[in-house]
């Protein structure tokens, strides 16, 4: 039985509410298993952990001649503590949006129109295809979340070929060991390497909390015996744990509030969902985000139906030859950082997001049974002039691009022109470069040449001095000479007075002994003669 709803506070809240989108098409490949377990685990563990919740899932424009989720989906038959919804998007409301022959499905939307509904204290907006960790409804089992945080994990996508017969524990252990690849934060990629080691698919993270010490706007915490990375704000939307955040990104009530649920673009889903994740970090909300074991496992789909690593070439292909527009991340990531500055608000939509002065359909999701069977379309009135965007209208994602692309465009012209400059620069400053090494290379050979020029002056000084002391050596010994001469000079003038004075005595003796040899002639003379006569 359905009934017309629109967000209500007057139903008592569950604690959480879930809530997904889909429509009952073959989008991935089978989508209806992948739902039904994704519904099976999560109403289990609700049973497990004792967790008052609600799941709500959206039926975005039912497609014709198939019944509505709620006539092909259920809860299992033993749910107390999981209650489930389908809230319904009449086709005649997804056609007065731009684009809708093009793209049948609005999913951030869609997700919208749950939030909007939802009554739970917080509010995980996630996927049709989505299994949570144990570890992970545990904690949230504990209802000590934060009403000033934003709660993420870590996605590890896993093989499909999951029996829909299987428990919650037997999926969870599939799950762990049939991994694909992992969804880890893209930032701060020492840190997170540190935290996971070399195991890809980590089933435990370790860390210490000066682990995070140099980093401004985060921290290594425990919550409730969980390591958790927490991210103080503004932070740099790089290092933010925005990978495949689609798929959980748990905020209080009043942060979905705070920035009117997603960005209402009619538009591919493709980077919505970070925007939004931004938008209510730089509203306010610190981001936290649970480690291995805390994760949520998805379900692989087909090639090209969603984003993967292996079929995006294929998806935006299929996207442009469609002309379905998609947020470029250029355009996210300017609007974010302006958020980020305060420059724009963190709320893109109006009052109205979510559809909310529509009364849509609403049914229970009933446990162990169907819900009605019967085939869309069904009838469905509504007001025409009432608008169904709430987008407000600077947002407009059409003029966004065109914004940016022209923004891109001077940008690129001014990137071109200092470019240009810079190579110009850059030649200058090589041939300044190249002048600097010719002239350092002179200066260089200049002082091996004045080094040698030294060498050969301290050898020309060294044989100075050498000759110096060799001269003062000759003149002390021609000092000495000189006195020795004078020494000998007047000696030798003694002697020749002594010579002289020893002729002298000679002389005088030779004339004394010439006047002997006189006078004895004489008197021999005298002896001869005879004796004079007397007479």
């Known amino acids: 039985m359905q009934q017309m ?7 008592p809240s569950p604690y959480l509410s879930v809530v997904a989108a889909s429509r009952n098409d073959d989008h991935g490949g089978d989508p209806l298993t992948r739902t039904q377990i994704f519904i099976n685990c999560f109403a289990q563990q609700c049973e497990k952990y004792q967790l008052p919740a609600e799941l709500i899932l959206v039926d975005w424009n039912p497609v014709p001649g198939r019944p509505g989720l709620a006539g092909v989906l259920q809860l299992p038959a033993n749910s107390t503590y999981c209650r489930g919804r389908v809230v319904t998007v009449p086709a005649v409301l997804h056609d007065r949006f731009a684009h809708a022959d093009r793209l049948p499905f609005f999913q951030m939307i869609a997700k919208n129109v749950g939030i909007r509904r939802a009554k739970g204290d917080f509010i ?8 949570f960790s144990d570890e992970l409804i545990r904690f949230i089992a504990c209802r000590n979340l934060d009403h000033r945080r934003m709660l993420r994990v870590d996605r590890y996508d896993i093989h499909r070929d999951i029996p829909l017969s299987y428990s919650v524990e037997q999926t969870l252990e599939y799950a762990w060991i049939n991994p694909v690849r992992a969804n880890r934060r893209l930032g701060l990629r020492a840190l997170i390497a540190k935290f996971y080691g070399t195991e890809i698919f980590a089933r435990r993270c370790h860390g210490e909390p000066n682990d995070c010490a140099a980093l401004d706007h985060f921290k290594l915490t425990t919550e409730n015996g969980e390591l958790a990375l927490c991210a103080q704000g503004p932070a740099p939307i790089d290092d933010l744990h925005t990978n495949a955040c689609g798929d959980f990104t748990l905020l209080p009530r009043a942060g979905w509030e705070a920035i009117t649920g997603y960005a209402e673009f009619a538009s591919y889903s493709f980077n919505i969902d970070s925007l939004g994740l931004g938008a209510a970090h730089y509203a306010g909300y610190e981001e936290i985000a649970l480690l291995p074991p805390c994760v949520c496992f998805h379900i692989e789909h087909s090639l090209g139906s969603g984003w993967t690593p292996e079929g995006e070439t294929k998806l935006f292909e299929r996207l442009r030859e469609r002309g379905i527009p998609s947020p470029d991340w250029s355009v996210v990531n300017a609007l974010l ?4 500055l305060g420059e724009l608000p963190a709320a893109l939509n109006g009052p109205t997001w979510g559809l909310a002065e529509f009364d849509l359909p609403d ?23 009432r608008p169904v965007s709430a987008l407000r209208p600077e947002f407009n994602l059409e003029l966004l691009t065109l914004w ?9 012209k001014q990137l071109e022109e200092s470019r240009s400059a810079l190579e110009q620069a850059e ?13 350092l290379a002179a ?10 020029t030294i060498e050969y002056l301290r050898k020309v000084e060294k044989d100075r001095d050498d000759r110096l002391a060799s001269i003062t050596f000759y003149q002390d010994k021609l000092k000495s000479a000189y006195s020795d001469h004078e020494h000998n000079v007047a000696y030798i003038g003694r002697l020749h007075e002594e010579i002289a004075e020893h002729v002298k005595v000679s002389a005088d003796k030779d004339q004394i002994i010439a006047q002997l040899n006189a006078e004895i002639a004489r008197l021999q003379t005298a002896a001869a003669q005879p004796p004079p006569t007397t007479g």
């Open 337 to 340: 950082e302006s958020m980020r």
């Open 363 to 385: 049914e229970p999701l009933l446990p162990g049974r169907l819900g009605s069977q019967a085939l869309h379309p069904q009838p469905y009135e509504t007001r025409e002039d």
């Open 404 to 412: 940016q692309k022209r923004h891109t465009g001077r940008l690129n």
């Open 443 to 452: 200066i260089l050979a200049g002082q091996d040449a004045l080094a040698q």
């Open 427 to 439: 030649f200058y400053l090589r041939e300044v470069e190249k002048d600097r090494d010719d002239r």
């Open 124 to 131: 995980l907006a996630t996927n049709i295809d989505i299994v």
């Open 5 to 11: 709803t629109r967000p209500s506070q007057a139903i």
